[in-house]
């Protein structure tokens, strides 16, 4: 008999007291920069809520957006400048609204030879500049990419992944970005996973590794996961939704059983059930284990997500056989 994976509601799954977090400023606020030494008091820099940290910008620099609950928009204009900052990595060191400009000299002649045309060397771009940054114990690097009087600055960091990237059409606002990214600081949470990133990530949860069925599980897999790119479910914003149950096909021999397996496994970036991370924590019955994990490789969630970007997150979860009357 073939039956719906209903225990697979995961109600575990969400968080107590999920509701929406409350926003300690007022929607609109801006906040004066908590930083030591920048602006002057007739002229107060706004300090900007980011993912785990904040930096400053100039008083007439606005937001592109609205903030949502504890942060800000992500793109900030003034001055001259642009700027954004996101979690991850950005997509080029040279900012999209860069373009570039190629002059040349056409020679033209009927019947002559005009001769060769004298070559300019194009220098469009400046030698780009790579400075190490370490602010709250956190590295950073900062990239400056210069292009026919246009700057492109960027300090980014691998750990936590975070960036932020200015741009500006003129020395001075090059100064000003350089000085917004000094303003950086993250956050003690921030600086607490940098110190203990090594160890967080990985399971230490007793029991025996297995695998669905059917899955192949080795270095030449594409989309293998590492223990570094998995977070615990509570470090999620938003939590994985089942979104279709797997069937099941349970033995005369489990049917009547009161069984119970606990595993602990990977929801990936996709929403399904990474065949190759999957742990058994206890189990009463081998048999039904089995028939649990046949039935996990139909099971799909939504993505769990963390800052707005979709994460792979390690969950425990029960699976109780009820024995049939």
Same mark, same amino acid.
């Given at each position: 008999?073939?039956? %719906? ?22 929607? &609109? ?89 004298? !070559? ?16 709250? &114990? ?9 292009? !026919?009087? !246009?700057?492109?600055? %960027? ?9 932020? !990237? ?79 149950? &797997? ?68 969950? %425990? ?9």
């Amino acid at each position: 008999m073939r039956s %719906t994976l209903s225990y697979l509601a995961l109600l575990a799954l969400m968080p107590a007291g999920c509701g929406a977090l409350s926003a300690q400023v007022a929607a &609109g606020a801006l906040l004066p920069c908590a930083t030591p030494g920048v602006g002057t008091p007739d002229s107060v820099w706004h300090q900007v809520r980011a993912a785990g940290f904040t930096f400053c910008v100039p008083p007439a620099w606005r937001p592109g957006g609205h903030p949502h609950d504890s942060i800000d928009a992500k793109q900030w204009r003034g001055g001259g400048g642009s700027l954004t900052w996101d979690v991850g990595r950005p997509r080029s060191f040279r900012g999209p609204d860069v373009k570039l400009t190629v002059t040349g000299r056409i020679a033209r002649a009927r019947g002559i030879d005009p001769g060769p045309v004298p !070559q300019e060397p194009l220098h469009l771009c400046s030698p780009r500049k790579t400075t190490p940054l370490t602010l709250d &114990g956190v590295s950073l690097v900062v990239i400056e990419d210069e292009c !026919q009087r !246009q700057w492109t600055i %960027t300090a980014q960091s691998t750990t936590p992944a975070i960036y932020v !990237q200015g741009e500006g059409r003129s020395e001075g606002v090059a100064d000003i970005l350089r000085r917004i990214i000094n303003t950086i600081r993250f956050t003690s949470a921030a600086a607490k996973a940098v110190e203990t990133k090594t160890p967080a990530d990985v399971s230490h949860s007793p029991g025996r590794l297995v695998t669905l069925p059917g899955a192949r599980c080795d270095s030449t897999r594409s989309d293998s996961l590492t223990d570094s790119t998995i977070i615990p479910l509570d470090s999620a914003d938003v939590p994985p939704r089942l979104l279709s149950a &797997g069937s099941y096909l349970v033995p005369d021999s489990v049917r009547r059983t009161d069984a119970r397996t606990v595993l602990e496994l990977v929801i990936d970036l996709t929403g399904g059930v990474d065949p190759c991370h999957v742990r058994v924590v206890e189990e009463t019955a081998p048999a039904w284990t089995e028939v649990v994990l046949d039935g996990l490789r139909e099971v799909h969630f939504s993505p769990a997500q963390r800052h707005g970007l979709a994460v792979a997150v390690r969950v %425990t979860q029960p699976f109780h056989n009820v024995p049939a009357r």
